[in-house]
T-cell receptor, first 113, second 110 residues
Framework: EAEVAQSPRYKITEKSQAVAFWCDPI?????LYWYRQILGQGPELLVQ????????DSQLPKDRFSAERLKGVDSTLKIQPAELGDSAMYLC???????????FGQGTRLTVV | GENVEQHPSTLSVQEGDSAVIKCTYS??????FPWYKQELGKRPQLIID?????GEKKDQRIAVTLNKTAKHFSLHITETQPEDSAVYFC?????????FGSGTRLQVQP
């Protein structure tokens, strides 16, 4: 069964440092999402891509977060500089074009110290 | 934007009993309503979904109902088993990204 791949699984970083997460969606999925999940809460959308284009980044803190999907396949989410409040699970999901289903990766658990 | 409220936040049932989790949504244009199960430290997994042109959908022991007039939908799990213990999230979409509820922690007591 095809799965969304994410790396790393865990990341510990000091505040003010830069950190990056990588996501490889299910092959053929045009839509890619980055969500942030704080412990005990539901996932919250950070950014949505359709192919290589950003569809929605209204909730992305653009002063410190950036996301790209240059070739419309894999994607990178970056935080610079990291803050203590960024500690969370960062989940990537992908879905087929024109369909709303989202399939999640295992996530990257970020701890900022 | 869309707002999804979910309750209860925690639910404890005896093995074999039924469990019901309820969600309400705010945007009447929402047309897709999935449910995810998330076990500790694992990814959210899609377990069932329903679209706005359907009132009920079943898959073995789980079922989802949708009331568009009242803007609420529910997850029903029958004959619960210990392996059903997890956090369950509802979500809603108007055709783009999902908006999630806050989750229900289900504990099935053996």
């Amino acid at each position: 069964e095809a799965e969304v791949a994410q790396s790393p699984r865990y990341k510990i970083t000091e505040k003010s440092q830069a950190v990056a997460f990588w996501c490889d969606p299910i092959s053929g999925h045009a839509t890619l999402y980055w969500y942030r999940q704080i412990l005990g809460q539901g996932p919250e959308l950070l950014v949505q891509f359709q192919d290589e284009s950003v569809v929605d980044d209204s909730q992305l803190p653009k002063d410190r977060f950036s996301a790209e999907r240059l070739k419309g396949v894999d994607s990178t989410l970056k935080i610079q500089p990291a803050e203590l409040g960024d500690s969370a699970m960062y989940l990537c999901a992908s879905g087929p074009r024109q369909v709303t289903e989202a399939f999640f990766g295992q996530g990257t658990r970020l701890t900022v110290v | 934007g869309e707002n999804v409220e979910q309750h209860p936040s925690t639910l404890s049932v005896q093995e074999g009993d039924s469990a019901v989790i309820k969600c309400t949504y705010s945007d009447s244009a929402s047309n897709y309503f999935p449910w995810y199960k998330q076990e500790l430290g694992k990814r959210p997994q899609l377990i069932i979904d329903i679209r706005s042109n359907v009132g009920e959908k079943k898959d073995q022991r789980i079922a989802v109902t949708l009331n568009k007039t009242a803007k609420h939908f529910s997850l029903h799990i029958t004959e619960t088993q210990p392996e059903d213990s997890a956090v369950y999230f509802c979500a809603a979409s108007i055709g783009r990204a999902l908006t999630f509820g806050s989750g229900t922690r289900l504990q099935v007591q053996p």
